[in-house]
């Protein structure tokens, strides 16, 4: 009899922490589903061959470094700690071609990072932006760009060559 009445405390302990946490079993909670990052969608259009190339992003005191993929538009991430300072601050984007003394990109634009709730009283910082010869490393990321972007994540499970962006 003992041991019923330890597990309803138990049991009534745990719902009244979930009940006052604010989170139930059907959200997502605790920061779960949101990184602090900020991301790049490349258009590789207008740069030639970029075999070989590579990409570095840097934001807030870190960078990331990587070889390009061939393709017509690539996602760069950079990883950011969970306490980031969300204040406008440098985001630094370039590409090198392989074997080059220096990079064929080599753009930043000053941005604030903006608040991604995880619907539980927490969430993440991060931004993501957009670089094509035409309009620069931009914040706004333009229609045709994303939508080249998830054009191309659908093909790659399909036999479509990837898509370049329209005009």
Known sequence: MRA???RRALVGVAALLAATSGC?????CAGVGTVSSVGVLFVH?????????????CARGRCTKGELPQEGVTRV???????????SGPIRFRVTRKDA??????????????????NCGGGDYGRGLAFTKEGGLTAK????VSEAWFKQIRSRATSEPDPAPSS
């Open 77 to 87: 991430s950079l990883p950011l700690p969970h306490d980031v300072d969300p204040d």
């Open 141 to 144: 990321i333009p229609k045709a």
């Open 45 to 57: 259009q207008g740069y030639g061959d970029l075999g070989g190339a590579s990409f570095e992003l």
């Open 4 to 6: 019923i009445t330890e």
């Open 101 to 118: 003394p220096r990079p064929v990109i080599d753009t930043s634009a000053d941005v604030r990072l903006t608040f991604q709730s995880d």
């Open 24 to 28: 139930s079993q059907a959200e997502i």
